[in-house]
């Protein structure tokens, strides 16, 4: 639980945007204005007494009213209050209807308030007395590495609340990546967890937190890394766990994640831009930056190879660095577009296939500074890059692995550098320059979360120019 420093203005008017704002189907269901009245302030550094008063005006109230009130939480944390609580509204377990009520709230006003309510549907309710210490109930994609797009299967599951440390993130928006692809293909280079909640990417709202978080608050708009384990410095085997993969992903609409798990996205992205981030861009911003020494400098020339995730996120940034752009791809539609989002020049390897050549060419012979190589053909990026350049190895799109001789790699004196993701630390570094830059990522399409596995099997396709995002069916209203 977060510290309560609640006021009384702060809690009358929670409880009046409570009451006035109440969604569809309450406002069906109540019939008549119920007035609240009366609640205790929460006493400024007291949070256990304050959320106490809270509970108990709110079960006085459910009491007038026969019952019907099941308050579950309530938290004022600094700027932010949230409610979370069940409505019965009839004697069935599933006559009742579940939400939540966030509200910002700045000098005893608040400025922000949105919520929603679910009816239960088929989910089994607790009484309303267990209610109070119930969890939360989603939604989530499960599968088996290996189980394909048809083995996608979505099932409703209880959440617990969050313990210490933790924090449950309300997810608005998963994005794809082609590991993902790979876990569903069961082609995936690292362990995966049986059932798995796919997609290592996503973006929400943190609507719960557990004892002593104190990097997030209620009501944060916040992004998971990949890599939980991995705030800073070189990356340690030790930190293998991932989302999507040996830990549960984002292709959910709640998800519980370790404070430390999260980085705040940047203020001008949507949530479906925002969930793009955490695999491609941080692993583009990694390829670019990361190399242990100055990372890349204005003026250095960078080829990026397709136009895949990463690729898009490594031009972008590149080009926000200062850096001269030259990017390949397989047609002349993609190298427009390319040209659009800031490219140099771009070079069709279908109709040139010998690309590096023409890179030679563009940069007088010396060879580009870096390459991001998400190809894995790595004896034409040797040949791309200048004399003890830089090969960020960042994928094996190719599906094949050509040999690669060792004389060659001494004679470019080249460092080729195979990378994984990036750290925390990495992740908020780039979330800074794509704030000073207002970088846009290039969404493809948003999909609803209904209907994910169509967003598979149009990523699978190959069609998709820019990210592909699923979001999440969270019936959230501002109001
Ligand atoms: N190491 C890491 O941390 C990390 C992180 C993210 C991704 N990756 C890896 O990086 C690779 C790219 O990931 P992504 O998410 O950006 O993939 P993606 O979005 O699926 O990229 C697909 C695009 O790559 C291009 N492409 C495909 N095959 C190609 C080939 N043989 N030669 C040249 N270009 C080709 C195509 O663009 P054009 O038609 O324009 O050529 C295609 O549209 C994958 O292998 C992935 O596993 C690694």
Redesign the pocket.
């Known amino acids: 639980m977060s510290e309560v420093r609640g006021t009384a203005a702060v809690i009358e008017q929670f409880n009046h945007a409570f009451v006035h704002h109440l969604p569809d189907e309450l406002d069906e269901l109540v019939g008549e204005e119920c007035v609240l009245e009366g609640i205790q302030p929460a006493p400024d550094g007291d949070r256990h007494e304050g959320r106490q008063a809270c509970l108990a005006f709110w079960r006085s109230l459910a009491a007038d009213r026969g019952t019907r009130f099941a308050p579950e939480e309530v938290v004022v944390a600094g700027e932010h209050a949230t409610i979370r609580w069940r409505y019965h509204f009839g004697d069935g377990p599933a006559d009742s209807v579940r939400g939540v009520n966030l509200m910002r709230v700045r000098d005893g006003r608040i400025v922000e308030a949105f919520g929603y309510g679910k009816t239960a549907g088929e989910v089994p309710l607790a009484t309303p007395d267990a209610a109070v210490d119930a969890g939360w109930d989603g939604r989530s994609y499960h599968v088996d590495s290996g189980a394909g797009i048809d083995g996608l299967t979505l099932r409703r599951h209880r959440v617990a609340a969050p313990g210490p440390g933790q924090v449950l993130v309300a997810v608005r928006a998963a994005a794809l990546?082609?590991?993902d692809?790979?876990v569903l293909r069961g082609d995936y280079v690292l362990p995966v967890k049986p059932d798995v909640v796919p997609v290592a990417d996503g973006a929400g709202e943190v609507v719960a937190v557990g004892a002593g978080v104190r990097l997030v608050r209620i009501g944060d708009r916040v992004a998971a890394t990949v890599f939980p384990h991995w705030q800073d410095g070189p990356f340690e085997v030790g930190q293998l766990a991932q989302l999507g993969g040996s830990l549960d992903g984002m292709l959910t609409e709640l998800a519980l994640l370790d404070e430390r798990a999260l980085v705040p996205v940047p203020a001008h992205l949507s949530f479906a831009e925002a969930a793009t981030l955490p695999?491609?861009a941080v692993?583009a911003w990694?390829a670019l930056t990361g190399d242990g020494g100055a990372g890349l400098r204005p003026g250095e020339t960078v080829v990026t190879?397709?136009?895949?995730?990463?690729?898009l996120f490594a031009l972008q940034l590149a080009k926000a660095l200062g850096a001269r752009v030259i990017a390949?791809?397989?047609?002349p539609e993609?190298a427009r577009r390319l040209v659009e989002l800031g490219a140099d020049e771009v070079v069709d390897?279908r109709a040139d296939p010998d690309w590096p050549s023409v890179v030679r060419e563009l940069t007088g012979g010396r060879g580009a500074d870096r390459v991001v190589d998400?190809?894995?053909?790595l004896a034409q990026s040797l040949a791309a890059v200048k004399a003890c350049g830089q090969v960020a190895f960042?994928?094996?799109?190719?599906?094949r692995t050509p040999a690669l001789d060792p004389g060659r790699l001494f004679a470019s004196g080249a460092t080729v550098r195979?990378?994984?993701?990036?750290s925390r630390a990495q992740f908020a570094a780039m979330n800074r320059v794509i704030e000073e830059h207002r970088i846009r990522p290039v969404v493809d399409r948003v999909v609803p979360f209904d209907r994910a596995p169509e967003a598979f099997r149009h990523?699978a396709s190959?069609a998709?120019?820019g990210k592909v995002v699923i979001e999440t069916a969270q019936p959230v209203r501002r109001v």
Do not use: E, I
Request: net charge positive; hydrophobic share 40%.
């Open positions: 990546s082609y590991r692809l790979m695999c491609a692993a990694n190879l397709g136009t895949g995730g990463v690729s390949t791809t397989s047609g993609k390897y998400v190809v894995g053909d960042v994928g094996l799109l190719s599906g195979a990378l994984a993701v990036g990523y190959g998709a120019f």
